[in-house]
């Protein structure tokens, strides 16, 4: 799915997307594309880590010892300058290559994850460090709505032939969680990627990193199924008989899943390339 499926049937859509980067002032702006492009990962970086840092404080790992309403009022602004960043050069960026990505899945992918993170973050995560990690009824809500457009942006993803190997990003993200912070799956996790995903390497190396026999793929995608039912029950171990206190059994899941969800936002965008 694309953008290009949504609004194909509105009358002088592609045209007008065509023609998107001879717009003024965006025309202006072809000659000097790199600097927004490394602004764009300069802006990822500072929502990069102010997601990471609370979510692990909220998971009860990171900074344990600051409280979390003080924690999330420091990284707050962090958050807040990293999202205008990435979205005003995200724009121009998208503006300059509107045609590729109008018709690019990885792009649509970017785009619901996207919506589905900063609803996440400022909807769920944040409102619940700033109670402390107390949850209400409204941080539910917003966060089912957040989920059910990441389930959705997921499913494209691994519905995409070319896109599909993306999902290997945010199950990494999720083992590597475990394996750095997990207390009683650390290398049960661990044992898990090496088993399941150095086995997928080492297929591969033996028939050859190119081929594109069905057989192969099918094998791929079974082991990711596994991964992704290994990865659900050792977290939820993790959760329920594990030592990172002072984290509710909710607020951890909470947690794991706004980082999953800014992760899969990064594979879309890594796949863009790909998909051109």
């Known amino acids: 799915m694309t953008f290009e499926d949504i609004f194909k ?17 965006f025309s202006l702006w072809q000659d000097v594309y790199a600097p927004f492009g490394a ?3 300069v ?3 500072l929502m990069g880590g102010a997601v990471i840092l609370l979510n692990l404080r909220l998971m009860g790992a990171g900074l344990k010892e600051e409280p979390l309403p003080v924690l999330e009022k420091t990284l707050r602004p962090w958050l807040i300058a990293g ?5 005003g050069t995200g724009i121009i960026i998208g503006v300059l290559n509107s045609d590729k990505l109008y018709k690019s899945v990885p792009f649509f992918i970017k785009m619901v994850s996207l919506l589905a993170a900063v609803i996440y973050s400022f909807g769920v995560t944040n409102a619940i460090a700033k109670n402390n990690g107390r949850t209400s009824t409204g941080v539910l809500a917003a966060a089912g709505v957040a989920f059910l457009l990441w389930l959705f942006a997921l499913g494209v993803l691994g519905s995409d032939e070319i896109s599909a190997p993306g999902l290997f990003h945010p199950l990494s993200a999720g083992y590597a969680i475990l394996v750095i912070f997990g207390v009683r799956t650390r290398w049960l996790a661990a044992g898990a990627f090496a088993l399941l995903f150095g086995g997928m390497f080492v297929m591969y190396w033996i028939v050859g990193f190119n081929t594109y026999e069905p057989v192969f793929d099918d094998i791929s995608r079974w082991l990711t199924i596994i991964g992704a039912f290994v990865f659900a029950v050792l977290f939820g171990w993790e959760v329920y008989a594990g030592r990172a206190e002072p984290s509710t059994p909710t607020v951890k899941l909470i947690a794991l899943f706004s980082v999953l969800m800014w992760v899969t936002v990064a594979a879309g965008g890594r796949w863009i390339g790909f998909a051109s």
């Open 83 to 87: 999202l205008a960043i990435v979205l």
């Open 39 to 41: 602004l764009h990962l």
């Open 9 to 25: 049937g509105i009358p002088g859509s592609a045209d007008f997307i065509t023609n998107m980067p001879k717009i003024w002032p």
């Open 43 to 45: 802006g990822l970086a």
